[in-house]
């Protein structure tokens, strides 16, 4: 690693404190978090005081997780506050898994706060190509000692890693822990210059080259082997050497250009030798392009920027070669002219995927994960939101009453700081736990130890910096549940109380159904208007059990009624009918959940049709000096039986003056009946069984009768 040092020399007893105190947090912490969650779960230590996040699209790893993969961070922008807050030689700089509390081995290859450059290499146990990978990079630990692990770094097969920057003018360093580091032709021969990743070295195509030594033959597998380089020529030469590994009779590897761009590889296998080639125009001048090889006993490969190129077969035991090996330089051919940075030698045969992410991660580091903002250790626990939005589903209708039948309901909340949402005054707020179950209320689940019915994102627990909740299938799994909340801010602190942000009671069974429903009138009515009434019912004791909500009701047969809004009422007024004669009449109970009972039914029954008026009317006699009439008639041609009939003397007929007889007998016997000296008129009306009549013409019959008498007796009916 390229960086400044600095004196760190304390006492000793101070040294021992410190160097014990992250261990003695660290053991605090395990210990809390397996009894009781703290409010600050998931920091490192204490003693640093920055972290940010870097999240890896997987999308950039090519087709499978990679095991033990060293990803490429670079951080370039001079406004990251990692270069203010770090210690200058980067001591202090770590990197922990998701969990942000698992150290993992990284190094440093160049830290620089004054040119702003920082590229490091970090193994990753898991590098997945189905779902992000989440990292944590802490810092701003003023008095920490380094915290890299080279060696475990490069520990995946690696027989040699050069990043090609000086260790001295003179010197490079190899990374694993074969330590075959690389000697010079001279000072500066090759020179130090920017390269692919921070620093390469500069081959002047006449006599510079880099010797790493004669040992690196016992680190390879008789039958595997992989590499990688990035090259970019200043000028195009026949044959010009980039990696020379093995003599002249015995090449275990040896990687050379020509003059049109092209590129060989050639190995000894079994005494005999073996080359595969690159098209030309692979290489050209000024450009950066990464050549990757490998033989796996079966065939000799080479790659071309991440992608396969050309391969030939081949098998047996790669001859081990006898002298020592060189970086830009092959003995008898020509120098290269150019840059050479980050060659990287395996003892395995690394998978096309693994070849394509490593040049992914490489050649664009920026887009292949993104960076968080810096977060800071502080202790303030945050606050929960106080809002929430209830759906039936993700895009689907509002919950109503905290209960339903649909399986997969969905929560969301306002983002952090908004009305409603939750608040950190320190840092910000990161995320949430959340738990979906049956474990509500008081002592209810602890999301930051359970996640209920919900996904697992890490852990076993559910944990998100979205703002939202899908629930999963709840199937048949009747039962009231509630969802709960704590949230995490960007120090790792949880807000001290659980927010029980919604219930809901997942109800799929119908509740009873009424017992009957009466209408009035019950039989048939000229008047378009009827009223029903039912006993009260009940919803279906058990799990998860919503309660009655009300009733519901529709006429039925060919009305085309929907369902009517709910009402708690066990009654409902002014139905009218929907065709003449028989109707009908339905209501259902309805739960909480919008659950429905089975339909209970009852008919009504309408008519319009009015009795015509009845016929052959006489007056006996007709004329009368002792006030005494008697009346007959023939009864109307009617649909339905008629079953009364009323009358008023001298003025039409209403329902103010008419005198219903009460029986469907078609007279009326001898009675005072007239009301005024001289001619007297009697107006007849008939009602059906129906209660149909009308006062208008057609239905009312009429004759007239004379009284000659000079005092009028009036009737006594």
Same mark, same amino acid.
């Not at 670079?74 to 770090?86: L, R």
């Given at each position: 690693?390229?960086?400044?040092?600095?004196?760190?020399?304390?006492?000793?007893?101070?040294?021992?404190?410190?160097?014990?105190?992250?261990? #003695?947090?660290?053991?605090?912490?395990?210990?809390?978090?397996?009894?009781?969650?703290?409010?600050?779960?998931?920091?490192?230590?204490?003693?640093?005081?920055?972290?940010?996040?870097?999240?890896?699209?997987?999308?950039?790893?090519?087709?499978?997780?990679?095991?033990?993969?060293?990803?490429?961070?670079?951080?370039?922008?001079?406004?990251?506050?990692?270069?203010?807050? /770090?210690?200058?030689?980067?001591?202090?700089?770590?990197?922990?898994?998701?969990?942000?509390? *698992?150290?993992?081995?990284?190094?440093?290859?160049?830290?620089?706060?004054?040119?702003? +450059?920082?590229? /490091?290499?970090?193994? #990753?146990? *898991?590098?997945?190509?189905?779902?992000?990978?989440?990292?944590?990079?802490?810092?701003?630990?003023?008095?920490?000692?380094?915290?890299?692990?080279?060696?475990?770094?490069?520990?995946?097969?690696?027989?040699?890693?050069?990043?090609?920057?000086?260790?001295?003018?003179?010197?490079?360093?190899?990374?694993?822990?074969?330590?075959?580091? %690389?000697?010079?032709?001279?000072?500066?021969? =090759?020179?130090?210059?920017?390269?692919?990743?921070?620093?390469?070295?500069?081959?002047?195509?006449?006599?510079?080259?880099?010797?790493?030594?004669?040992?690196?033959?016992?680190?390879?597998?008789?039958?595997?082997?992989?590499?990688?380089?990035?090259?970019?020529?200043?000028?195009?030469?026949?044959?010009?050497?980039?990696?020379?590994?093995?003599?002249?009779?015995?090449?275990?590897?040896?990687?050379?250009?020509?003059?049109?761009?092209?590129?060989?590889?050639?190995?000894?296998?079994?005494?005999?030798?073996?080359?595969?080639?690159?098209?030309?125009?692979?290489?050209?001048?000024?450009?950066?392009?990464?050549?990757?090889? +490998?033989?796996?006993?079966?065939?000799?490969?080479?790659?071309?920027?991440?992608?396969?190129?050309?391969?030939?077969?081949?098998?047996?035991?790669?001859?081990?070669?006898?002298?020592?090996?060189?970086? !830009?330089?092959?003995?008898?051919?020509?120098?290269?002219? %150019?840059?050479?940075?980050?060659?990287?030698?395996?003892?395995?045969?690394?998978?096309?995927?693994?070849?394509?992410?490593?040049?992914?991660?490489?050649?664009?580091?920026?887009?292949?994960?993104? #960076?968080?903002?810096? /977060?800071?250790?502080?202790? $303030?626990?945050?606050?929960?939101?106080?809002?929430?939005? @209830?759906?039936?589903?993700?895009?689907?209708?509002?919950?109503?009453?905290?209960?339903?039948?649909?399986?997969?309901?969905?929560?969301?909340?306002?983002?952090?700081?908004?009305?409603?949402?939750?608040?950190?005054?320190?840092?910000?707020?990161?995320?949430?736990?959340?738990?979906?179950?049956?474990?509500?209320?008081?002592?209810?689940?602890?999301?930051?130890? *359970?996640? %209920?019915?919900?996904?697992?994102?890490? $852990?076993?627990?559910?944990?998100?910096?979205?703002?939202?909740?899908?629930?999963?299938?709840?199937?048949?799994?009747?039962?009231?549940?509630?969802?709960?909340?704590?949230?995490?801010?960007?120090? !790792?602190?949880?807000?001290?109380?659980?927010?029980?942000?919604?219930?809901?009671?997942?109800?799929?069974?119908?509740?009873?159904?009424?017992?009957?429903?009466?209408?009035?009138?019950?039989?048939?009515?000229?008047?378009?208007?009827?009223?029903?009434?039912?006993?009260?019912?009940?919803?279906?004791?058990?799990?998860?059990?919503?309660?009655?909500? %009300?009733?519901?009701?529709?006429?039925?047969?060919?009305?085309?009624?929907?369902?009517?809004?709910?009402?708690?009422?066990?009654?409902?007024?002014?139905? @009218?009918?929907?065709?003449?004669?028989?109707?009908?009449?339905?209501?259902?109970?309805?739960?909480?959940?919008?659950?429905?009972?089975?339909?209970?039914?009852?008919?009504?029954?309408?008519?319009?049709?009015?009795?015509?008026?009845? @016929?052959?009317?006489?007056?006996?006699?007709?004329?009368?000096?002792?006030?005494?009439?008697?009346?007959?008639? @023939?009864?109307?041609?009617?649909?339905?039986?008629?079953?009364?009939?009323?009358?008023?003397?001298?003025?039409?007929?209403?329902?103010?003056?008419? *005198?219903?007889?009460?029986?469907?007998?078609?007279? #009326?016997?001898?009675? =005072?009946?007239?009301?005024?000296?001289?001619?007297?008129?009697?107006?007849?009306?008939?009602?059906?069984?129906?209660?149909?009549?009308?006062?208008?013409?057609?239905?009312?019959?009429?004759?007239?009768?004379?009284? +000659?008498?000079?005092?009028?007796?009036?009737?006594?009916?």
């Amino acid at each position: 690693m390229k960086k400044i040092k600095i004196n760190k020399r304390i006492i000793l007893p101070l040294a021992i404190i410190i160097l014990l105190a992250p261990i #003695l947090a660290t053991l605090f912490s395990v210990f809390n978090k397996q009894s009781i969650p703290s409010a600050h779960a998931a920091w490192y230590a204490p003693d640093w005081d920055y972290r940010q996040q870097i999240t890896i699209d997987h999308t950039k790893v090519a087709n499978t997780d990679q095991t033990d993969f060293p990803v490429l961070i670079k951080i370039t922008d001079e406004d990251n506050p990692i270069f203010d807050n /770090a210690q200058a030689d980067g001591d202090d700089i770590l990197f922990t898994g998701s969990d942000e509390t *698992t150290k993992l081995s990284h190094e440093i290859e160049t830290f620089d706060p004054t040119s702003h +450059q920082f590229w /490091a290499w970090v193994k #990753l146990p *898991t590098l997945s190509a189905s779902t992000d990978t989440i990292i944590y990079l802490y810092y701003g630990n003023s008095v920490v000692e380094d915290q890299q692990n080279t060696s475990d770094v490069w520990s995946n097969g690696y027989a040699g890693v050069w990043h090609s920057q000086d260790d001295t003018t003179s010197t490079i360093t190899d990374s694993t822990s074969y330590a075959n580091n %690389g000697t010079k032709l001279a000072t500066n021969e =090759p020179i130090e210059a920017d390269g692919k990743i921070s620093k390469g070295q500069n081959y002047d195509g006449s006599n510079d080259r880099v010797d790493v030594g004669d040992n690196i033959d016992g680190q390879f597998a008789s039958s595997r082997f992989s590499f990688s380089v990035w090259v970019k020529a200043e000028t195009l030469i026949t044959n010009a050497g980039i990696i020379g590994l093995g003599d002249s009779s015995s090449r275990q590897i040896w990687l050379f250009s020509s003059n049109s761009g092209g590129a060989s590889l050639s190995i000894y296998i079994d005494g005999s030798r073996r080359n595969v080639t690159i098209s030309d125009n692979a290489i050209t001048i000024g450009n950066w392009v990464n050549i990757a090889g +490998q033989y796996d006993g079966s065939n000799l490969s080479l790659y071309i920027n991440g992608v396969f190129n050309t391969q030939t077969a081949a098998s047996g035991i790669v001859t081990s070669g006898s002298n020592n090996n060189f970086i !830009g330089y092959i003995n008898s051919f020509n120098r290269f002219d %150019g840059l050479i940075d980050e060659l990287q030698v395996a003892n395995t045969a690394r998978t096309p995927d693994w070849i394509a992410t490593e040049y992914a991660n490489q050649n664009d580091p920026d887009t292949f994960y993104t #960076l968080g903002s810096q /977060a800071s250790y502080e202790t $303030d626990p945050p606050t929960n939101p106080t809002s929430i939005t @209830t759906l039936y589903s993700e895009g689907g209708d509002p919950i109503t009453n905290n209960a339903g039948y649909d399986p997969t309901p969905y929560y969301s909340w306002p983002e952090a700081e908004a009305e409603g949402g939750a608040s950190d005054i320190g840092v910000g707020v990161h995320g949430y736990y959340s738990y979906f179950g049956t474990s509500c209320g008081a002592g209810g689940a602890d999301p930051v130890i *359970t996640r %209920g019915a919900l996904s697992d994102t890490a $852990d076993g627990l559910h944990y998100s910096t979205s703002t939202n909740v899908s629930v999963p299938d709840l199937t048949t799994n009747q039962g009231t549940y509630c969802l709960r909340i704590r949230t995490r801010d960007n120090s !790792g602190n949880i807000s001290t109380n659980t927010w029980q942000a919604a219930t809901y009671y997942f109800d799929t069974t119908a509740p009873n159904a009424p017992s009957f429903v009466a209408a009035s009138p019950a039989g048939y009515s000229s008047i378009d208007s009827f009223d029903f009434s039912w006993p009260a019912s009940t919803d279906v004791a058990g799990a998860g059990s919503s309660g009655l909500q %009300g009733y519901q009701y529709q006429r039925g047969g060919t009305s085309g009624d929907s369902w009517s809004t709910t009402q708690t009422e066990r009654t409902v007024q002014g139905i @009218t009918s929907y065709q003449e004669g028989t109707n009908i009449f339905m209501i259902r109970a309805i739960d909480n959940a919008g659950n429905t009972s089975s339909e209970v039914q009852t008919t009504y029954y309408y008519s319009s049709d009015v009795p015509l008026k009845p @016929t052959a009317l006489t007056a006996t006699p007709d004329i009368s000096d002792t006030n005494s009439f008697s009346f007959s008639w @023939t009864a109307p041609a009617h649909s339905r039986p008629i079953v009364d009939y009323g009358y008023s003397i001298n003025a039409s007929p209403t329902e103010g003056n008419i *005198t219903w007889t009460g029986s469907n007998t078609t007279s #009326l016997v001898a009675a =005072p009946y007239a009301t005024t000296q001289g001619a007297n008129t009697i107006y007849l009306i008939a009602k059906d069984d129906a209660g149909a009549y009308s006062f208008e013409s057609t239905s009312v019959a009429t004759t007239t009768f004379i009284c +000659q008498l000079l005092l009028l007796l009036y009737p006594q009916v």
